[in-house]
Each structure stands twice: as C-alpha cells, then as structure tokens.
Nanobody, 126 residues
C-alpha cells in the first residue's frame, strides 16, 4: 500500500510561483509512474505532468508546458511540481498520484494510477 502526502499549496498572485511536494511511502518508488493532476470546482480531474515508471521520461499537459516543471528525488521518495507564471485558471486542488508500471502512453489517464494523495489547494488571484 502506497501512501502519498502532498504539501506546498496556497494562495498566490497571478505571475507568482509555488512548489508542490509529494512524499511517498510504502512502495518501491522507482517502480511507479508519479504524476500530478488537478481538479477545479465543477470540472473533471485533469492531467498536469508526470514521470513514467523508472523516471526516464516526462510528459506535460499543453496548458502548463514551459511554466511547470516536474522533478523527483528518489533518495527522498518525493516528487515535486514547480509552478511558475501562475494564472487564475491554474486554481484547483492538485493531486499527486502513483501508477505501478505505468508507461509513457498511460501517463495522462486518471485510470492508470493506483494511489492518490489527499490533494492540496492552489489558488491564484488575478
């Protein structure tokens, strides 16, 4: 059983930055694809960014390319999401997810992840 705990959310003005962290425990970290998703009120959960299992490849949603950066520290079993040039439309609850053996093609799909964190709120004011 993998546990995921997110932190780092908050309120920021448009154009600002935040860094989210997701600490994982209970599994072999390198065996899991690690991803970030977000869900705004009244909308479906959507893909933001992810590493495939093993961490060799990254994938980003078009809406965040060039602004967000995903990284991972295998020694700390932690994945990060650096968010720069934030926009009001980035406002959402951000979730960390782990998918056992999920490959590159499956990274954007909610159903390819086995474990989810509790979420952290990110609010960007205009």
């Amino acid at each position: 059983q993998v546990q995921l705990v997110e932190s780092g959310g908050g309120l920021v003005q448009a154009g600002g930055s935040l860094r989210l962290s997701c600490a994982a425990s209970g599994g072999t970290f390198s065996s899991y694809a690690m991803g970030w998703f977000r869900q705004a009120p009244g909308k479906e959960r959507e893909f933001v960014a992810a590493f495939n299992w093993g961490g060799g490849s990254m994938h980003y949603a078009d809406s965040v390319k060039g602004r967000f950066t995903i990284s991972r520290d295998n020694a700390k079993n932690t994945v990060y999401l650096q968010m720069n040039s934030l926009k009001p439309e980035d406002t959402a609850v951000y979730y960390c997810a782990a998918g056992y053996g999920t490959g590159l093609s499956g990274l954007p799909r909610v159903d390819r992840y086995d474990y989810w964190g509790q979420g952290t709120q990110v609010t960007v004011s205009s």
